[in-house]
């Protein structure tokens, strides 16, 4: 169990890191947003680029985010129905939501890996003011679905391994 610990240590700083960055990225959204609004007030001209600065950044963040917000608990979750219902009952239903989650982030990672593979071999382009491959824009969706598919497994390991009581972070309702 000190490796699984351990491994766990490891990827919740890897997805702190990931978060940080994503953090990085809604700043600098906001600066180039901000400075968009200012030169267009002062007549300086605009920004043309900044609406898309901003798109990719939006997009970016929030995969970098969504894998340590799982970690957080931080996701929309129903726990109201599960403080009402038995806690071996409850516990039960996180397992299955993890599964569930683990299927779904697995289809995606595959389905979206699938996609960039063949922007890739068709070699589709995004014709915006910006012009890049389009698998460019599709790859860290896939990745990042990756990656909640780990904390997904990572989820079903805590919680099996765990005392048989509902999350600790199902606490949004009294």
């Not at 007549?43 to 798109?55: I, K, P, T």
């Not at 990719?56 to 985010?65: K, M």
């Not at 996180?94 to 922007?119: H, M, N, P, Q, Y």
């Not at 679905?145 to 990572?154: A, H, N, P, Q, S």
Request: proline residues 3%.
């Amino acid at each position: 169990m000190k490796i699984f610990a351990r491994l766990d240590a490891h990827w919740e700083r890897l997805l702190s890191a990931f978060a940080l960055l994503a953090c990085g990225l809604v700043a600098l959204m906001v600066v180039v947003i901000c400075a968009d609004v200012l030169a267009r007030n002062l007549r300086l001209g605009n920004m043309a680029w900044a609406n898309e600065v901003a798109e990719y950044t939006l997009y970016l963040s929030t995969f970098l985010a969504a894998p340590w917000l799982l970690r957080q608990g931080a996701h929309v979750r129903m726990d109201v129905v599960l403080k009402m219902l038995p806690t071996n009952l409850a516990w039960a239903l996180e397992v299955l939501a993890d599964i569930f989650g683990i299927l779904a982030c697995s289809a995606l990672t595959f389905a979206s890996g699938k996609a960039a593979l063949a922007s890739a071999e068709q070699g589709s382009l995004v014709f915006k003011i910006f012009i890049f491959p389009e698998w460019w824009l599709i790859t860290p969706a896939s990745v990042l679905f990756g990656f909640l598919t780990v904390e997904c497994v990572l989820r079903l390991l805590r919680q099996i391994n765990s005392p048989k009581t509902i999350r600790s972070e199902a606490t949004s309702s009294v």
